[in-house]
């Protein structure tokens, strides 16, 4: 049975945005989109992090240099 390619790709698409909306509501609130703690920042050289303590979720805030 084969698969409908359209269905297939807006399920892509719809993971896709579920990813990036967990991206700006971390980058927004400063709150971890899983476990809702409290993200702290974090630099190296090439981007700032925004980083849970708890559960190691991670968002690159912006890329220095680039």
Do not use: D, W
């Not at 084969?2 to 719809?14: F, Q, Y």
């Not at 981007?47 to 303590?53: H, Q």
């Amino acid at each position: 049975m084969s698969r409908c390619p359209i269905l297939e790709e807006v399920k892509r698409e719809i993971e896709r945005l579920k990813e990036e909306v967990k991206a700006l509501h971390a980058a927004t609130f400063k709150q971890c989109p899983n476990c809702h703690s409290k993200l702290t920042e974090r630099e190296t050289e090439s981007e700032k992090l925004l980083v849970c303590p708890k559960c190691g979720y991670t968002h690159a805030v912006y890329y220095k240099g680039v």
